[in-house]
């Protein structure tokens, strides 16, 4: 993986809490920018077999559902946790709203 869900490292990440890191899993990769981090733990809570604090790598994609992980991702109330999809046309982490106005299909 190497796009802006890195901020540009090439899905390596930074060192010393600086610069997004990258979790590669079989079918979800997930980064995390530890500088936006608040600490709520919505991730721990959520999915404790994946996100788990004292353990390195301290998330761990593949040990859950794609689908139950980019939830939780998706519940980062600081954006610190985004996620990029490899199965279902790699979709990628906080999805935007839906476009408002949109032109229905001729």
Known sequence: M???T???TGGTGG????G????EGRS???TF?????????ECVRGLPEVFDTARRPWIRPDAADAGRVAE??????SGALRYERADEGGGEGRPSPPPTGAAAPE
């Open 28 to 30: 979800i990769t997930v």
């Open 2 to 4: 190497n796009g802006d």
């Open 6 to 8: 890195t901020g540009g």
């Open 33 to 41: 920018e530890a500088g936006r981090c608040r600490h709520a733990a």
């Open 20 to 23: 997004r890191r990258a979790y």
């Open 15 to 18: 060192t010393g809490g600086v």
């Open 72 to 77: 939780v991702v998706r519940r980062c109330p």
